[in-house]
T-cell receptor, first 115, second 112 residues
């Protein structure tokens, strides 16, 4: 089946630093999603990407849909303590029928921000 | 408020017991999904449903069962056949035509 390789697995940074994480796949996706999960909660959508080469920002977050459609990255600028959590990438494709959408998830990047 | 409600937040299962996790959405979304999350792992798909009275197995369906009798509800039963049920369970929903899944707050299941 499809697999997403997300790296790094974890990051320990100082408040104010910039962060970068990425996901790669051997499969082509038509949508890339980035979610953040706080401890004991469900993932919350941060950014959605729909076109190869697309670069999208949401406040201090910036994400890009790779040209090859097999990768994506997420950058967080000027990190703050509330950025702590697990960040997941997810890729979505369709089967031949076009209606059977499923998400494939990376294993997540655990971000710790030291004040 | 519109959203996805999972209940209970915490659930304990005795050996040999079946337990049911509730997932309700008032977003009028068409598709609903159940995922299992283990520490340090990504989300693994258990079951999903595109329409009422229809559902498909995901990657790890063994030991689980679901029903979709109403559009807004997609309960998950963890049966006694699931030998390692301790995990965080997440329900999600999606509107047809949109590629985004929205998640509930999760249910943490533990074994007594």
């Amino acid at each position: 089946g499809q697999q997403l390789n997300q790296s790094p697995q974890s990051m320990f940074i100082q408040e104010g630093e910039d962060v970068s994480m990425n996901c790669t796949s051997s499969s082509i996706f038509n949508t890339w999603l980035w979610y953040k999960q706080d401890p004991g909660e469900g993932p919350v959508l941060l950014i959605a990407l729909y076109k190869a080469g697309e670069l999208t920002s949401n406040g201090r977050l910036t994400a890009q849909f790779g040209i090859t459609r097999k990768d994506s990255f997420l950058n967080i600028s000027a990190s703050i303590p509330s950025d702590v959590g697990i960040y997941f990438c997810a890729g979505q494709t369709t089967n031949s029928g076009g209606s059977n959408y499923k998400l494939t998830f990376g294993k997540g990047t655990l971000l710790t921000v030291n004040p | 408020d519109g959203g996805i409600t999972q209940s209970p937040k915490y659930l304990f299962r005795k050996e040999g017991q079946n337990v049911t996790l509730s997932c309700e959405q008032n977003l009028n979304h068409d598709a609903m999904y159940w995922y299992r999350q283990d520490p340090g792992q990504g989300l693994r798909l258990i079951y999903y449903s595109q329409i009422v009275n229809d559902f498909q197995k995901g990657d790890i369906a063994e030991g689980y069962s679901v029903s979709r009798e109403k559009k807004e509800s997609f309960p998950l039963t963890v049966t006694s056949a699931q030998k390692n049920p301790t995990a965080f369970y997440l329900c999600a929903s999606r509107l047809f035509g949109r590629n985004i899944q929205y998640f509930g707050a999760g249910t943490r299941l533990s074994v007594l």
